[in-house]
């Protein structure tokens, strides 16, 4: 697996295995298939409300932590600097971990001003090797970054090839903040799997259209995070290191990009809304 060198020297998977929308029942054999297919990143979120089958999994594995790597994120209910320490714990506790490799403050919406603070002071006492956030744009980012101690080393946000983000990943590489995308697929809209640019790039290196998807992230240097509960297409999702875009690729792809979220979800007032009803 290969890795990007995040700015505190600590580094993060270009590929991780996302448990989003996976019912705990089916958690556990997910993590396994994963990890039998060669996935060792896995990314979490306390919204997602499987740690603890995620924990399990990796426990019944045998495989050693340090060839593990862990991230979650810290949910808008758990917003603030106690409540993000208390929910951390119970994090930790359900993953079956003493640290993680990485800690994310999932959205910003609630006292995400305390909730990082709180990951600050996790990271220094070794609780969360690297910490960052999660859905900030640009502005948002800016104004954490200028307003706290610690400069987030990965900030995860939706980049797919309808929405390639190259505007926050600018400020993302001014501020030295790792770009990691979620929603790579993006659901497949839009005949995505079947588009002729994408067609004609795998057709070249003998690969499928996701796996040019994927690789266009890897070869721009985004990390990324992605699910199947499929194990063919857990393997084709990580089948991506004997090709490469060349920089002329990487341009047409850009031709699909809208600019635009095509879901125009993360930050409508009825989704903070939505979000922030959870806060008690
Ligand atoms: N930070 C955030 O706010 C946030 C938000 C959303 C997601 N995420 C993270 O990102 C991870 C990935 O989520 P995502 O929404 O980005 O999902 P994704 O990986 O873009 O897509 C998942 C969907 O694509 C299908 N799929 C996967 N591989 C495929 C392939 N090779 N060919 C065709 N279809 C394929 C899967 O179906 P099958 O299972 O049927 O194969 C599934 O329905 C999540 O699990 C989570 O960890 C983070």
Redesign the pocket.
């Known amino acids: 697996m290969d890795f990007k060198k995040l700015n505190n020297n600590e580094k993060i998977p270009f590929i991780?295995?996302?448990?989003?929308?996976?019912n705990p029942e089916d958690t556990k054999k997910a993590v396994l298939d994963a990890l039998d297919v060669g996935y060792r990143s896995f990314?979490?979120?306390q919204v997602?409300y499987n740690e603890k089958e995620v924990g399990q999994a990796i426990s019944e594995s045998e495989i050693p932590r340090d060839d593990l790597y862990l991230t979650t994120?810290v949910w808008v209910s758990n917003s603030g600097y106690d409540k993000t320490m208390k929910s951390v714990n119970k994090s930790l506790e359900d993953l079956q971990t003493d640290y993680l490799d990485l800690l994310?403050v999932?959205?910003p919406f609630g006292d995400y001003y305390g909730s990082y603070r709180a990951l600050q002071d996790l990271q220094k006492e070794g609780t969360a090797l690297s910490i960052g956030v999660?859905?900030f744009d640009p502005a948002r980012l800016l104004d954490l970054d200028m307003h706290n101690d610690v400069t987030p080393q990965v900030n995860?946000?939706?980049t797919?090839p309808y929405y390639q983000q190259y505007g926050a990943n600018e400020m993302m590489k001014k501020l030295g903040v790792a770009h990691q995308?979620?929603?790579?697929?993006?659901?497949?809209e839009n005949n995505l799997?079947s588009n002729p640019i994408l067609v004609d790039i795998a057709e070249k290196y003998g690969k499928?259209t996701?796996?040019v998807i994927f690789r266009c992230l890897i070869d721009r240097g985004i990390p990324?995070?992605?699910?199947?509960?499929?194990p063919h297409?857990?393997k084709?999702?990580i089948d991506l290191f004997d090709f490469k875009l060349n920089k002329k690729e990487i341009e047409k792809i850009r031709q699909l990009d809208s600019g635009e979220d095509p879901f125009e979800e993360?930050f409508s007032a009825e989704l903070v809304e939505d979000f922030c009803s959870e806060i008690v």
């Open positions: 991780s295995f996302g448990v989003f929308d996976i990314d979490n979120a997602y994120k994310l999932h959205v999660s859905n995860q946000v939706e797919s995308s979620w929603g790579a697929l993006a659901d497949g799997f499928t996701v796996q990324f995070s992605c699910k199947s509960l499929k297409r857990m084709e999702n993360y």
